[in-house]
């Protein structure tokens, strides 16, 4: 049994094959809500078993509505509530069943209860090996993206989940020709873009109000946005193109 598009339910074999969708069919449905998400980003969500697409004797992935739709959700909860996937993917599980649960919230945990609530919004993480297996890459072309900027380990040694977004940007604009050399000059205007959000933001950061503090959260979030969607239209600009 799956969601259909318009909210309802399907059943059988009949209504799946009137409803597969392609991996990049997929894609553009995701990207006028998601316009960052990418073709390795849902394989890797797939490895770590948020959704399970059908696969077509020759291997292609094959997705149902519901699976769309569980993207959707797996991407929203990641996006507004920065929750781990382990835990979207227990949470969606337990929905599934047909349980009613609120939203979970990340925090220590002690025999099931929190202890506190997280100082700040916390971010799901993938270690290096998954990071290399979500876009399909070596040892050695990380490192090199890296000595870049492109991308970079948190403290710990793992990868924050835009990493993998960043990933599989890379690795399509190469098969372009454009190499991770290239990119230093974008790498630098989204350096300087984020300093002037951050700019904009640092002092209500430091408020002692949490209240404040969270307004500043979602500011950076709004001011991110308009900051890429700025870029996206002078480079359009600039080449005379339109983007769908």
Known sequence: MFRTPSGG???GTAAMDNGLMSIGTVLNVLRDEFPEV????????????????QR?????????????????????????????????REHLDAVERGEAL???????????????EPEGPTVARIGRAELLAAVEIGEQELQEWESYGLITPLPEGVYDAEAVTVAGLVVELGRFGIEPRHLRAVKAAADREAG?????VAPLR?????????????QTKELAGLAVKLHAALVQSALGVRLP
């Open 9 to 11: 339910v399907g059943h």
């Open 56 to 88: 077509t004797p020759s291997g292609y992935r094959k997705f149902s509505p519901g699976d769309v739709e569980r993207l959707g959700h797996v991407l929203r909860m990641q996006r507004d509530h920065y929750l781990p996937l382990k835990v979207i």
């Open 196 to 200: 002037l959000v951050d700019q904009v």
């Open 102 to 116: 609120p939203l979970p919230s990340v925090g220590r945990q002690r025999d099931g209860e929190a202890l506190c």
């Open 38 to 53: 990418t073709i390795s980003k849902i394989r890797f969500l797939e490895s770590e078993g948020l959704i399970e697409p």
């Open 206 to 218: 430091r408020h002692r109000n949490p209240q404040t503090r969270a307004h500043a959260e979602a």
